[in-house]
DNA sequence: ACCCTCCTGTCA
DNA sequence: TGACAGGAGGGT
């Protein structure tokens, strides 16, 4: 288990946490943690180290300053301020998705050893951000507008999200999909994985293979709270995935507390005391306990 | 609406 | 050696 968050260093070399596969809180602790240390800076160079990232024109950030570092679902965003496009003056809008294992290190000065999996980084007037990512899966892209990187899904962190909102949503053409697999479109709510998904279901005591478009109200409801919930709790804990800190900082991650059911199969419910069960849902682990989460009984019966 | 694939490291 | 981890885009 490992990568997701962003690092500061004190002595010129990069150190920081280790955390599971970023979501949203994660992504939201890496953009909290940078927009300080890298906002009005200027980008001296982008280089990219790995072909996978293909060819995205990271020249035009080249002189432009560092507006502020933002999330947009679970993509971490570095806002330029305007710089010279043709004949006019425009904005540009840098991203990195994570995925997996991607992690951004930040190096307050030149990076003195080369850092494994390094697939980008970005130099600034002073120190430098690197983009390292194990598995490759991350992504790194230019845009000139900010609405190019939003989707269509809707970020339960904003006030908007209301259950009335997210009522509408459920039933927006959700047919017989389980509510697991829902919670994981993007195109619905942003920011949610596996690991939120799995522990958000918990919180509202609702079987992940009830369809989403059978919620009942009260279901609803408790799912609202339950996603408003897991996603506050976790960004307050920095990220609540976060193990340890790369140098031995002595902190310790509380992540293993905050977690109910994800990867705990077997091991007791920490509210009934029954097994944790493990089923498989679109080719990912789903983990939740059998009696907290029955199936709303369809009343049939008097 | 489903399944596969991208990728690499870890574990049994 | 092979199963497993999973975000998201693509194919069917």
């Known amino acids: 288990m490992e990568a997701g968050s962003s690092l500061r260093s004190s002595n010129g070399h ?9 979501e949203l809180p994660e992504v939201e602790t890496v953009v909290r ?3 300080p240390l890298v906002r009005d800076r200027c980008v001296k160079q982008i280089r990219l180290f790995d072909p996978l990232l293909g ?11 560092v507006v502020s ?23 540009l809008w840098l991203s990195v998705h994570l995925r997996m294992t991607g992690r951004l290190l930040w190096c307050p000065s030149a990076p003195r050893a080369a850092v494994p999996h390094l697939r980008a980084r970005m130099t600034l007037d002073r120190g430098c951000v690197q983009f390292v990512d194990t598995r490759r899966f991350g992504t790194l892209s230019v845009h000139s507008s900010v609405t190019e990187l939003e989707g269509d899904g809707l970020d339960p962190t904003h006030p908007n999200f209301t259950v009335e ?6 039933q927006r053409g959700s ?19 596996n690991i939120y998904a799995c522990e958000i279901l918990f919180e509202a005591g609702i079987d992940p293979a009830q369809a989403a478009g059978r919620l009942r109200p009260k279901q609803i409801g408790r799912l609202h709270t339950a996603t408003v919930d897991v996603l506050q ?24 507390q905050f977690l109910k059911v994800y990867q705990r199969e077997g091991r007791a419910c920490p509210q009934c005391r029954t097994a944790v069960r493990r089923i498989v849902q679109q080719q990912r682990s789903t983990f939740f306990c059998p009696r907290c989460q029955r199936r709303a ?3 049939t019966l008097r």
């Open 175 to 193: 047919g017989a999909q389980s509510i697991k697999t829902w919670l994981l479109r993007q195109d619905r709510l942003v920011g949610l994985g």
């Open 69 to 91: 570092v933002l999330r947009v679902g679970k993509q971490v965003v570095f806002a330029l301020d305007g710089g010279q496009v043709g004949h006019r003056v425009a904005s």
């Open 233 to 256: 709790r976790a960004i307050a804990n920095c990220g609540t995935t976060f193990s340890d800190f790369q140098d031995a900082r002595g902190v310790t991650g509380s992540y293993q």
């Open 165 to 170: 909102v997210l009522t509408d949503l459920l």
């Open 55 to 65: 060819k995205p024109r990271v020249g035009a950030a080249r002189g432009r300053r």
């Open 297 to 299: 009984r369809t009343c």
């Open 33 to 35: 943690q940078l927009d």
């Open 14 to 22: 990069c150190e920081g946490l280790t955390s599971s596969v970023p």
